[in-house]
């Protein structure tokens, strides 16, 4: 008969042996991934790290539609403005919502690996893998609709309600750009829902920062809509005056001696 410390043990060897595959199946839910290609990207997700925790603050109050709804503190302010003018257009037809705001990569890891029931790849055609995500950064948000007429959350039939024709209309107005637009060469799903901030212009307090980080994505992909300033042409210095070259002499005949 085993003594109460073997079979102690061989309980725990047991347990062990029971949670193996689901420890296996959390560490290879995203594993199955093709490497990043030459530009960083994995499956058409650029690769973003987390925001610093000081940069990340709670969205307006009543804007998630979950209690933790945060966002990256630059934000904040053109969010507000964007919120504000939605508010009063009778054109919206309903409330702008925060879907989803700031998700960490650990976060972002659960959002991946919730739905096993596909390979990673295909998981990854909408939505991100961890470390890969706009999210991460605190500058992106996914906007729903309440009420939200018969259109499930995160569904491309978003694009054709009155709220979202009027972010396609306005949020560029308050530094918003649509990351992944129909049919984008980036090759990652159409998200109607999903905008990132850059801010108005790139003298916009945090504007430079958010820019710094979409650079990559920004200059291959382009957002549409999306937030193009207007080219400045900046001469650094005064250009070299032409040289007039100097007419050829005329060739004097020479005489015959005599
Ligand atoms: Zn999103």
Redesign the pocket.
Known sequence: MPTAPAAFLRFLALLLFAMLPAAVQAQSCDGALPPPGPDGRVAGHFPYGDASDQDIVPAPAGFGLKPYCRVHRAILADLQHLLDAARADPAVGGELRGL?CHREVARQRNVFCRDRSVSAAERAISVAPAGYS??ATGY?I?FAVRPARGCPDAEACMAASPAARWLFANARRFGFEMSFPAGNRQRVKW?P??WRWVGTSPGEPGAAQARLVFARARAQYPADPGIRDPLRVVVSSQPPLPVVAAPPAPIKKKGKRR
């Open positions: 989803s706009e999210h992106a996914d998200e829902w999903h």
